[in-house]
């Protein structure tokens, strides 16, 4: 995701981007299974990775924040805990564990650091799925995908490679035609029935083709659209008429910025949503919200067709810059970063798995047993809700917590709240009000990651592509799981082997001109809440088997188990041009709301207004570098 693209942006980024680009499931494990210890801990036997169903935002992890944040709800009485740390970390996703790491780095191996968090596994939002076929493993990613090497600061960088991230070697172990790896790969349109007519597949170099590279006549014509969509997209893709004629060059940026894309193709151009509806797949993956919620240059951005179409010079359209050659790679791995999260864990508390690679990460069966035990100086809490964090003068701060139905409280000197900033008023009345209010305006971009285990993959892969944009269809992305053999792990080879497909939707609704995307993801959020296993489960067989029903694919045959990763509060909100001011440096609400209070200090990628792996880790040094002075 992209906001405020400045002039630079455009000319280094949309230009060279356009042409780049070109079995039955099982429900979660209730919380009351889960074996906890009053602390949190768990058995030897305990491995959430494997579970099915409802994952995510699953049972048990929400209900003590909702009661707080709709009701004002929390204990009134905790039990204190014969425990003391030199820093408490709120949330173990990647800025928790980050910050963890680097607290450590400098304060040496006997800091007393406690991670607590909501879910029932590490990671936040890079959460692992994994399954067991016929005794084979198989990875997919349940959120946070992969890895913005070009785009990473140097301490991101470096931190990772520090923890073990071979960056070369990641992007070889990837299938080169994979495009969630690589941007420039090919890809395929699925267009459905309920928006074209007839269920069919187009693959092809299409990043390129709506840039007006290659045949791009030949394959625009093979998606069957109406005669005068098809005339008009090879219009806008060859840029010889100016859909801005009406307007002066000096007005032509700010329309770009604040007019919607699809304003632009259903008014401007005269397309219909056959056809201006193809880039909104991406849209959606990306922001969230459809092609009538991103300005024209956010969709320009995404490779939506017409940049050369609206009477722009040259100096706007094309760069000089040489181009970095790995701008478009982004080196997964076989769990997306789920392995970054493992990583960070294990060199936190290396009991947790043997090994010290990235390879032989991969295929470890973590001992979640180890993550909190009472002799080791770095403890990860999981199924821990925390519900008060307030400072105590000079003498640290108090983090109270419900973990198995009991309320408790422990002291740290000094606390990193590192889960999501919506949460972080209810958590600290003590903040100003004009803080809170800061923290509480980005929200969270919903969505639903599915992935289906197929029990053979011959009748997908005869689709011909390893990623589909399906516009118009409930999943408008769909796509093998990670194509990445490393270390021990071995991604389906043979058409027949199982594998995993991963199934993305977006639930925000399609805006009606008066909404702002915030406005959007509140109801997408709700949508979430409401919505049963049984419904996705339906939709899941009905496009798969719109999809690959006309090369064999039978869902009561194929489908193995179905593991759907509900993220009601997912992606950090990024600034729309359509709806959110350009505001000065330091003034934006992401920056005012970040700041210290006291002992605590605040580290997620809410925090830096960026849903990225590189924004949770910059966060995490910030916040380090702010509670070690």
Not at 213 to 224: N, T, V
Not at 493 to 512: L, N, R
Request: hydrophobic share 40%.
């Amino acid at each position: 995701m992209k906001s405020n693209i400045t002039r630079r942006d455009f000319l280094n980024g949309v230009a060279l981007g356009a042409a780049a680009t070109a079995a039955a499931a099982t429900a979660a494990a209730p919380f009351s299974t889960l074996a906890l210890e009053s602390t949190g801990s768990v058995s030897g036997s305990y491995y959430p990775p494997l579970l099915n169903g409802m994952r995510g935002s699953h049972q048990g992890s929400f209900e003590v924040a909702h009661a707080l944040a709709w009701r004002g709800e929390k204990p009134a009485h905790y039990q204190t805990l014969d425990e003391q740390y030199d820093l408490v970390v709120v949330g173990a996703g990647i800025s928790g564990l980050a910050a963890a790491y680097l607290y450590r780095k400098q304060k040496g191996p006997n800091a007393r650091i406690l991670i607590l968090d909501n879910h029932d596994d590490f990671g936040g939002h890079a959460k692992r799925n994994e399954f067991e076929v016929d005794g084979k493993m198989l990875l997919a990613f349940g959120g946070s995908i992969n890895l913005e090497q070009a785009a990473m600061s140097p301490a991101a960088y470096q931190l990772l490679e520090e923890i073990g991230v071979e960056f070369k070697t990641l992007q070889d172990a990837a299938a080169p035609d994979y495009m969630l790896s690589n941007l420039g790969a090919d890809f395929g349109y699925y267009l459905g029935e309920n928006l074209y007519g007839e269920n069919r597949i187009v693959v092809g170099p299409w990043g390129l083709a709506l840039a007006g590279e290659g045949d791009y006549r030949s394959l625009i014509a093979a998606l069957k659209l109406p005669a005068r969509d098809e005339e008009l997209l090879i219009s806008l893709v060859e840029g010889g008429k100016d859909y801005l004629a009406d307007l002066p060059l000096e007005e032509k940026e700010a329309y770009l910025r604040s007019h919607s894309y699809a304003e632009f193709l259903y008014t401007k151009v005269g397309i219909s949503p056959q056809g201006g509806r193809l880039v909104e797949p991406w849209a959606q993956a990306m922001f969230g919200v459809g092609v009538e919620s991103v300005s024209v240059m956010e969709g320009f951005y995404l490779g939506g067709p017409g940049i050369q179409a609206v009477g722009l010079p040259d100096e706007y359209t094309q760069s000089d810059a040489e181009v970095d050659p790995d701008a478009y790679r982004a080196p997964l791995f076989p769990d997306g970063n789920a392995s970054v999260a493992r990583l960070f864990v294990r060199k936190l508390i290396p009991e947790v798995a043997p090994g010290n690679t990235m390879q032989d990460l991969v295929t470890a069966r973590f001992d979640y047993s180890q993550l909190d035990r009472e002799d080791s100086n770095v403890r990860v809490r999981l199924n821990s809700t925390v519900v008060n964090v307030a400072n105590r003068g000079g003498e640290g701060v108090d983090i109270s917590y419900v973990s198995g139905g009991k309320a408790l409280q422990v002291r740290g000197k000094r606390c990193i709240l590192a889960g999501y900033n919506g949460m972080i008023p209810h958590l600290c009345p003590e903040l100003p009000e004009a803080q809170k209010q800061h923290l509480a305006y980005g929200v969270k971009v919903p969505f639903i990651w599915v992935n289906v285990v197929l029990k053979s993959g011959a009748a997908v892969k005869k689709g011909g592509a390893s990623v589909y944009q399906c516009p118009g269809s409930f999943f408008p992305l769909v796509a093998h799981a990670p194509p990445v053999s490393l270390g021990d792990y071995q991604s389906s080879e043979t058409p027949d082997d199982p594998m995993v497909m991963f199934m993305g939707h977006m639930p925000a609704p399609e805006g009606d001109g008066a909404q702002s995307g915030r406005d959007l993801y509140r109801l997408g959020r709700h949508k979430l809440y409401t919505t049963p296993f049984a419904d996705y489960e339906k939709e899941i067989r009905k496009q798969l088997t719109g999809m690959f029903g006309q090369y064999g694919f039978d869902p009561d045959r194929d489908i193995g188990a179905i593991t759907i990763n509900r993220w009601s509060h997912g992606y950090a909100y990024e600034y729309m041009e359509l709806f959110d001011p350009e505001w000065k440096e330091g003034e934006a609400p992401h920056e005012l709301g970040r700041k210290p209070l006291g002992q605590i200090s605040i580290a997620n990628s809410d925090s830096e207004a960026h849903a990225y792996v590189q924004s949770a880790i910059d966060a995490a040094v910030r916040a380090v570098a702010e509670v070690v002075g």
